[in-house]
């Protein structure tokens, strides 16, 4: 929740696309603040949240403008933009289930004079898969290659995995695995009012809490199976205190703050190893990383540690910018929606067919 990222992209009609420039701008504080507390409970929510939907669209707006401008391009060259938006309710096992993003499409039409697709995620939803993740079809579009055996690391605030297998009958598989940076960034927002841990310096001066650490990894969603996929609404810090209370009678349940960073990071990094090992079958393979969880070279580090007989690098390796891969992939998926084509992989979803993803609303 800390920018929005923008990537202008060609899509050719092979559908290999390529990005050509990318812009971000960064979430101001005080519309950062009602999106997370509109990911939990609480008084106004319809009043806050159409106000940070529009809010959210004018900033997306501004980001993708100032985009063209950089690259002197008109409106009229851009055929689509494909907008997430900023999830703040993601419920796919409700009785009713749904997924909610702020990001009004039809302010973004307006404003920018482009056609924008959005609302990716019930389509999937409808089709009584999950919702999420999204980006495998991407992935396996931008990333495959013939006699490969690869996996996609997306550490975004959630970890999610793509699996892609070499052979051509073989299923791509994905799932979201846990938390990315999410609590990380959760935990010293509270404790030193710092947007991140920056390189995981922080983490990297604790010590770990050997008890908490499995209490983390035996967490039910962790040890569930795919399909599955979850967000802030699951990891918070709510959820991370009741097991800081399970531990108050553990010596080490008074340590110092860092060392609950220092075992959050190791809770990020195994459930991430843990996940590529069950996917792959413990069979080495090269794996890629992307997303914001990247800068973080101390989980980095340890995921190497975890995992050294496999090949890890990022997405940089293969001609994509780590933090641009996301934005791409919803670039992609509203060619996607444009080209009557599905965008989801029920092996990854859950869904029951293939669909076609997202609204479109016409400048």
């Not at 991140?196 to 650490?213: T, V």
Request: aromatic fraction near 6%; charged fraction near 20%.
């Amino acid at each position: 929740m800390d920018g929005i990222d923008a990537a202008l992209c060609s899509v050719s009609n092979k559908n290999t696309l390529i990005t050509i420039a990318q812009h971000s701008l960064e979430i101001p504080t005080t519309l950062r603040n009602t999106i997370q507390s509109l990911c939990s409970q609480g008084e106004h929510e319809i009043h806050k949240s159409r106000t940070a939907d529009i809010e959210f669209a004018e900033l997306s707006s501004r980001l993708v403008n100032e985009l063209l401008r950089i690259q002197q391009l008109s409106a009229s060259e851009i055929k689509a933009i494909g907008s997430h938006g900023q999830t703040i309710r993601h419920m796919p096992n409700e009785e009713k289930p749904y997924s909610l993003q702020i990001g009004n499409p039809s302010i973004i039409a307006n404003l920018t004079g482009i056609t924008t697709i959005a609302d990716f995620r019930m389509a999937d939803i409808a089709a009584g898969g999950q919702g999420a993740p999204l980006v495998p079809a991407f992935h396996h579009s931008a990333f495959a290659k013939k006699g490969h055996f690869r996996a996609i690391i997306n550490i975004g605030g959630i970890a999610n995995i793509t699996t892609i297998p070499s052979g051509k009958n073989r299923e791509v598989r994905g799932y979201d695995i846990g938390p990315g940076n999410t609590l990380l960034d959760q935990w010293i927002q509270s404790k030193q009012k710092k947007p991140f841990d920056k390189n995981g310096d922080w983490g990297r001066s604790g010590q770990i809490l050997p008890e908490l650490l499995q209490q983390l990894l035996n967490d039910p969603y962790i040890q569930q199976k795919p399909p599955k996929s979850t967000g802030r609404e699951y990891f918070n810090l709510k959820w991370l205190q009741s097991y800081l209370t399970k531990a108050s009678n553990n010596p080490d349940a008074n340590s110092l703050d860092a060392d609950i960073q220092r075992t959050l990071i190791e809770f990020t990094a195994v459930s991430i190893s843990n996940g590529i090992q069950l996917e792959t079958n413990n069979t080495p393979c090269e794996v890629y990383l992307c997303g914001g969880g990247t800068k973080n070279t101390f989980l980095f580090k340890r995921l190497r540690h975890l995992l050294p007989n496999y090949h890890i690098n990022t997405t940089q390796k293969l001609g994509m910018d780590p933090q641009m891969v996301e934005a791409a992939a919803f670039a992609w998926l509203a060619h996607q929606t444009l080209s009557g084509l599905p965008g989801n992989i029920p092996t990854a979803t859950g869904a029951t067919k293939h669909k076609i993803l997202g609204g479109i609303y016409l400048a």
